[in-house]
């Protein structure tokens, strides 16, 4: 079955950097447009970050700049670096398909704190 393996969160402090990363088994991404989703504390509902098809990249307004969305078809894997991260972007980060999402994984926990 298709199965996501986030990894890469951890704590950092405001204006740190992190580079999160996915492993996909069960499905070839290269197939598809891949992206990232964020769950916020406290919210039910993940939130688009940034996407990737086959060359196109594409990110939330609240991204300004700051993360850069890449994959590796070849290692079936999709990425995420992060930098000048705030306390609002706090959260637990998933990968998944751009549409018709798979089950979701465990997600990986970003804290950014002082």
């Known amino acids: 079955q298709v199965q996501f393996v986030e990894s890469g969160g951890g704590l950092v402090q405001p204006g740190g950097s992190l580079r999160l990363s996915c492993e996909a088994s069960?499905?070839?991404?290269?197939?598809?447009?891949m992206a990232w989703y964020r769950q916020l504390p406290g919210k039910q509902q993940r939130e688009f970050v940034a996407?990737?098809?086959?060359?196109?990249?594409h990110y939330a307004e609240f991204v300004k700049d700051r993360f850069t969305i890449s994959r590796d078809n070849d290692k079936n894997a999709l990425f995420l670096e992060m930098n000048s991260l705030a306390p609002e972007d706090t959260g637990v980060y998933f990968c998944?398909?751009?549409?018709?999402?798979?089950?979701w994984g465990q997600g990986t926990q970003v804290t950014v704190s002082s």
């Open positions: 996407r990737v098809g086959a060359v196109a990249k």
């Open positions: 998944n398909t751009e549409s018709n999402p798979r089950p």
């Open positions: 069960g499905i070839s991404i290269i197939a598809f447009t």
